[in-house]
């Protein structure tokens, strides 16, 4: 089996310039990731799931360039480059480009134990520590453009098809994780919202805050190392799910403090956000976006209770993570804050 073939190959530390002292593979949906002592390498699954489609080596090749390019926006000393994977007789040859089966993403490895998430379960974040997250981001947004291309997706018209689709794709679940009263009245100061702020959705795109963002800005996505920080992982196979408000991204960061129990060291970092950026409207539509972005992590962990493959035990913590998402943005769109 060609993969087989090439998961043991990357496996080994032999195959890679710098011989790192082992190889650990991890694999998500999409991608083997193989960690070595210093640098990380990632190979794009063959799959294509609708939102994304990696069936090409063409694709493939393509999306990595994109992964690349797209993130060393947010982090240019951990993306390093890409390198094609050739076939040699029975092997494969890393960094060569005579008969190139795969395409491979070099980053520098980063400390796990410093990411966001791991240093708030430890009680080791600060509030300082999310202003200079705030003033770090601000300071990347501002260089990103606005360009026509960009402001097309903060068209009420699009922001809407986002919105209403998260409700088509999530009717089905009601009862379960999401009961029939949290639904409606999500839904109904959703649509709301949108109806009677046209205006604002309009002058958000003439202020220019409308841009090809980074689409999952949450806490696993952001490392704290001494004064460095490190934002990672910019959505690179969907312009759909990244382009947009800038206030979406700020938004889905916030929500996360909020949904792991620290809500003020989300505001701190908000606050920030909007000193340093000069965003004076994103305050009027961060509840909005809160809401979506809440839901959409309902929405997608929902989807999980339809895999049949799933054991008792994970379709359980599904179900349970799914309501305690679709709850936090009940509780927005009750809270008159």
Known sequence: ?????????LGDPQAYPEKPGSVNLVQTHISWVFIGDRFVYKVKKPVDFGFLDFTSLEKRRFYTHEELRLNKRFSPDVYLCVLPISRLEDSFLLGDESHVEEYALKMKRISEDH????LLLSGSVSTSDMERVGRHLATIYRDI????????????????????????????????????EAFRAIEDW???????????FEKRIRDGHIKDCHGDLHLQHICLEDDTITVFDCIEFNERFRFGDVASDVAFLSMDCDFNGHGALGDAFVDSYIATSGDSTLRHVLKFYKVYRSYV????????????????????????????????AHRYVTDDH
Not at 115 to 118: G, H
Not at 190 to 200: A, D, R, V
């Open 297 to 328: 992590r309902a929405k997608v962990i929902s989807f999980m209770l339809d895999d049949t493959g799933l054991d008792a035990g994970a379709r359980n913590e599904a179900f349970h993570k799914a309501r305690n998402y679709y709850d936090l």
């Open 145 to 180: 453009p606005s360009d026509e291309k960009s402001q097309a997706f903060g068209t009420l018209q699009v922001i809407s098809g986002n919105v209403r689709e998260n409700f088509d794709q999530t009717r089905a679940y009601r009862g379960g994780p999401i009961s029939e």
């Open 115 to 118: 990411m966001l998430y791991q």
């Open 190 to 200: 959703s649509l709301s919202f949108m109806e009677k702020n046209q205006h604002l």
């Open 1 to 9: 089996m060609k993969a087989q073939n090439l998961i043991d190959f």
